[in-house]
């Protein structure tokens, strides 16, 4: 390009630059960066989940928040404590494991958790689950119900049950063993004739490895003083409400904990059956 040329180009930019920006003194108004909520989860239609159910079935155990932080996320949920110290069951707000002997402990907010789901429970859907209905028929009714196989689903179910067979395991200590282990020498416990509240989640076929796709239940007494995994169970009266939430969001472990060493390659399809089981 001709030297004039040049000079010609850069002179009607700095007119350009000069006139855009105002020689009285004005400046160009300043970009604003769209803002995001501090929380990502004020979108209360949304499952959060801390770890994956991969590193808890590879023996990950130590707690990566506490439970008041897990508050902070949901009022609604399910998982296990630090050390595996029972099954999780958040119900309105509170929260309680189901330790080995059975029994249903307050957990403190101290008490970090190492794997958890939790969303803010809001009913999309009610009605009333027909008498005499086992944890297999449970899931067939419930398919036929909640409206999209690819969404995420919490489900409450409250009233009486004829029976309920539970479970939980005894706390570990390191070297930890992988869940599929610990299960082995699982503690069974079989409620009958008992009020309560049925808390968990049906996940999407694709989270496989993230979570357990199907339904994953836990189930508190009434009386908040027993509960545990949920085996099986015979409905009496009862009622379910569901939540259909479309959004997921995953806390993971900082990097000083060993989930950032362990192996999530590997597929543990069948160890998660057996665990299940």
């Known amino acids: 390009m001709p030297q004039s040329k040049k000079v010609y180009i850069s002179a009607l930019f700095i007119i350009f630059v000069l006139i855009v920006s105002g020689v009285s003194g004005c400046t160009l108004p300043s970009y604003t960066p769209v803002k995001y909520a501090e929380n990502p989860v004020s979108e209360r239609e949304t499952l959060v989940q801390v770890a994956t159910l991969d590193s808890l079935m590879a023996g990950m155990y130590d707690g990566a928040l506490?439970?008041?932080?897990?508050?902070?996320?949901?009022?609604?949920?399910?998982?296990?404590?630090?050390?595996?110290?029972?099954?999780?069951?958040?119900?309105?707000?509170?929260?309680?494991?189901?330790?080995?002997?059975?029994?249903?402990?307050d957990v403190p907010d101290s008490m970090t958790i190492p794997f958890a789901n939790v969303t803010f429970f809001d009913s999309d859907y009610e009605g009333e689950i027909p008498q005499g209905t086992s944890f297999a028929g449970?899931?067939?009714?419930?398919?036929?119900?909640?409206?999209?196989?690819?969404?995420?689903?919490?489900?409450?179910?409250?009233?009486?049950?004829?029976?309920?067979?539970?479970?939980?395991?005894?706390?570990?200590?390191?070297?930890?063993?992988?869940?599929?282990?610990?299960?082995?020498?699982?503690?069974?416990?079989?409620?009958?004739?008992?009020?309560?509240?049925?808390?968990?989640?049906?996940?999407?076929?694709?989270?496989?490895?993230?979570?357990?796709?199907?339904?994953?239940?836990?189930?508190?007494?009434?009386?908040?003083?027993?509960?545990g995994h949920v085996l099986d169970m015979n409905t009496g009266s009862a009622n379910a409400s569901l939540d259909y939430t479309s959004n997921f969001y995953m806390i993971l472990p900082g990097m000083e904990s060993d989930f950032h060493k362990i192996d999530l390659s590997k597929d543990r399809q069948s160890e998660m059956e057996q665990s299940e089981n």
């Open 66 to 105: 506490n439970c008041r932080q897990l508050k902070e996320y949901g009022d609604f949920g399910i998982g296990t404590v630090d050390g595996l110290d029972g099954e999780l069951i958040g119900l309105d707000g509170m929260f309680h494991h189901v330790r080995a002997d059975g029994i249903a402990y």
């Open 138 to 227: 449970l899931e067939e009714l419930l398919d036929k119900v909640i409206p999209s196989e690819n969404i995420f689903c919490a489900i409450k179910i409250e009233g009486k049950f004829d029976y309920v067979k539970t479970r939980s395991v005894h706390k570990q200590e390191k070297p930890y063993l992988p869940l599929a282990e610990v299960t082995q020498n699982q503690v069974v416990f079989e409620l009958t004739d008992v009020s309560g509240t049925i808390v968990g989640f049906r996940c999407p076929p694709y989270v496989n490895g993230i979570n357990m796709p199907g339904y994953h239940l836990h189930f508190l007494s009434a009386d908040r003083k027993a509960g």
